[in-house]
């Protein structure tokens, strides 16, 4: 309660004080009036700014339905060209290398060669979301390296994750593990959601890609929402 009216607008804090008054009429309790400072009240209320990174093939999905849903300010990153291309991201960020197969590690250490471009996209921003899939290389790389930047630059980060589905191949499952234990670490908060749990509300002949369409458009909808109520 206080932090809105500390930072909203005269308009906002005369309807926050009149239902805090009718709380109190059903519930009261003992209070302590507080005086706005001057110099406080005298600040402009100004909109957050807030952008999204998409990373990897997942991350371009969801930038471009994003787009469809708000105007927030879109940001792709990856390493194939194609997907560059196809990508309808306000910016993005092509991390070129001849290389092919590289590691997690590889690929961080590529995408800290783009530090500056990254961080001149984002310095400005007062959040910004990572959105990412987990069990890919590429993905979970540059998304770690990514999260370093801002996390370095003091830049308020969430990240959301999506979590593939269970497999057999040992190397994808431990991706997934990998990159939501360092985008823990890094990240202001971090929400992880799983194509698996998703299956749940699928009939068992549904495929696999209209469960990922559900999860992607779900993650979509989650960003806008946020943009538009902050």
């Known amino acids: 309660y206080f932090h809105s009216l500390y930072y909203n607008t005269k308009k906002r804090q005369d309807f926050l004080q009149k239902i805090f008054e009718k709380i109190l009429l059903e519930f009261p309790i003992k209070t ?72 997690k590690l590889d690929i961080s250490l590529l995408t800290m060669d783009y530090k500056n471009e990254i961080f001149h996209l984002v310095n400005d921003a007062d959040l910004v979301f990572i959105i990412c899939n987990t069990c890919g290389n590429t993905s979970c790389g540059v998304s770690i390296a990514v999260a370093e930047i801002l996390k370095e630059n003091n830049i308020f980060t969430m990240g959301i994750c999506i979590k593939d589905f269970y497999s057999d191949n040992q190397e994808k499952n431990n991706n997934n593990k990998y990159c939501i234990q360092e985008l823990f670490s890094v990240t202001n908060s971090l929400a992880v959601i799983s194509n698996q749990r998703a299956l749940n509300y699928f009939d068992a002949t549904e495929p696999n890609l209209k469960v990922i369409a559900y999860v992607n458009d779900i993650e979509a909808s989650a960003v806008s929402s946020i943009d538009k109520i902050v």
Do not use: C
């Not at 849903?69 to 306000?90: H, M, N, R, V």
């Open 32 to 103: 302590l009036s507080i005086n706005m400072p001057e110099w406080l009240q005298a600040l402009p209320y100004e909109h957050p700014i807030i952008k999204v990174i998409g990373i990897g093939g997942t991350g371009r999905r969801i930038l471009d339905e994003i787009g469809k849903q708000s105007p927030i300010e879109t940001i792709f990153i990856d390493t194939d060209l194609k997907d560059i291309k196809l990508s309808k991201a306000i910016n993005r960020v092509h991390l070129s290398t001849e290389k092919t197969n590289l590691s």
